[in-house]
Nanobody, 116 residues
Framework: QVQLVESGGGLVQAGGSLRLSCEVSGRTFSSSDMGWYRQAPGKEREFVAS????????YYAASVKGRSTISRDNAKDTVYLQMNSLRPEDTAIYSC?????????WGQGTQVTVSS
């Protein structure tokens, strides 16, 4: 059974930083993309960032570009999201995913709250 477990969320003041982690277990994912989405209260889920298997390609939403860095460690089956200069509008539940030719798998999400 595939499981994705996020960690690293929490409460932080505006201007602060957080590093989210997402560990995948259950089977080996080769040639997979991994990434993050977020959903704020009362809003649609939105794309945050993604990274390909070799880490040669990364993509960011305009809202986080320049403030966030996505990375992955394939040996640990883990994807990370470093978020800096956090703003109150970054408050949301952040969920990770892994996608390969078999499908897409999601984590439960981790809450990020940024106070002003």
């Amino acid at each position: 059974q595939v499981q994705l477990v996020e960690s690293g969320g929490g409460l932080v003041q505006a201007g602060g930083s957080l590093r989210l982690s997402c560990e995948v277990s259950g089977r080996t994912f080769s040639s997979s993309d991994m990434g993050w989405y977020r959903q704020a209260p009362g809003k649609e889920r939105e794309f945050v960032a993604s990274i390909n298997w070799s880490s040669s390609s990364t993509y960011y939403a305009a809202s986080v570009k320049g403030r966030s860095t996505i990375s992955r460690d394939n040996a640990k089956d883990t994807v990370y999201l470093q978020m800096n200069s956090l703003r109150p509008e970054d408050t949301a539940i952040y969920s990770c995913y892994v996608r390969d030719r078999h499908g897409v798998y999601w984590g439960q999400g981790t809450q990020v709250t940024v106070s002003s």
